[in-house]
């Protein structure tokens, strides 16, 4: 064997060693913030379960983990069709800010909601799998992604996956979705140069793995500062509780199902 060789299979060997004990870490992170609660997974959808579109008729969806805009670069395990679903205590809390926005010509545009389990396991999947990069131009381009266990982007539980958790954004109302044609640009650049999206400016696009999306973080323009306080100012009002590294990311203080992560797939209730 070569000596480039050898250098290329210890290379191969050292990044498989950095994901999996990136994996190991998120784990035990998991298992100490969980200790003495029972997690417990479910596979039925409780009755409580609400489509937010019947519920928030104006309201946009964008659910970028049914389509192939994420940073897998595919439709995530789970996702049976593009719906928003949510417990009915964060419906109803959803909706006060709803009727805030709209007098202001704004609505609310979901990016994911209520996220099974297997999603989550999906996300872990490909986070160990070094070599599919597909999507790093845009989501992840300045993270090498055997970091992003250590860095805390990927883990293995997600507050979504409890029902009263949802990304979101705030859009003009009757404002059109862009498609996405699949050309990819970094998502903390300024927003001329993001890929297109109907959302005003939040300093990043959506998913952005990068201290950028960090609600607090000062290096970007006022008017995304402002947008940033609106939107919190609204969901806090409204009783959620927002994420310290995203801005898009809030979960409903009161939630009804803290302790369960649910794994039923992503379809339309039907009324």
Same mark, same amino acid.
């Given at each position: ?35 003495? !609660? ?78 099974? !389990? ?17 999507? !790093? ?85 006022? !008017? ?48």
């Amino acid at each position: 064997m070569s000596k480039a060789t050898k250098l290329k299979v210890r290379q191969m060997i050292g990044e498989r060693l950095i994901v999996a004990v990136g994996m190991m870490m998120c784990m035990l992170a998991s298992a100490s913030a969980g200790a003495g !609660q029972d997690f417990k997974v479910e596979r039925r959808r409780p009755d409580n379960f609400v489509d937010v579109a019947r519920a928030i008729p104006k309201m946009q969806f964008d659910i970028r983990y049914y389509s192939a805009h994420n940073f897998v670069g595919r439709r995530v395990h789970g996702y049976e069709q593009a719906a928003c679903l949510l417990t009915g205590p964060a419906v109803a809390a959803l909706k006060k800010v709803e009727d805030q926005l709209l007098p202001m010509g704004l609505t609310l545009k979901a990016y994911d909601c209520y996220r099974p !389990q297997s999603a989550v396991d999906d996300f872990v999947s490909w986070a160990a799998d070094t070599q599919d990069n597909r999507m !790093q131009a845009e989501f992840y381009p300045s993270v090498r992604k055997d970091r992003l266990f250590e860095q805390g982007y990927i883990a293995a539980h997600s507050g979504h996956s409890r029902g009263s958790t949802i990304d979101l954004t705030l859009v003009p109302v009757n404002s059109v979705i862009p498609g996405f044609d699949g050309r990819l640009a970094d998502c903390a650049a300024p927003q001329e140069k993001r890929v297109p999206d109907n959302s005003l400016d939040f300093g990043t696009g959506f998913d952005c793995f990068s201290p950028a999306s960090h609600p607090d973080y000062q290096a970007i323009s006022a !008017q995304a500062k402002a947008n940033r306080r609106l939107l919190q100012s609204l969901m806090g009002s409204a009783g959620f509780v927002p994420l310290e590294t995203e801005w898009w990311h809030f979960t409903l203080k009161n939630e009804p199902y803290p302790d369960t992560y649910f794994d039923f797939p992503v379809r339309p209730v039907s009324p």
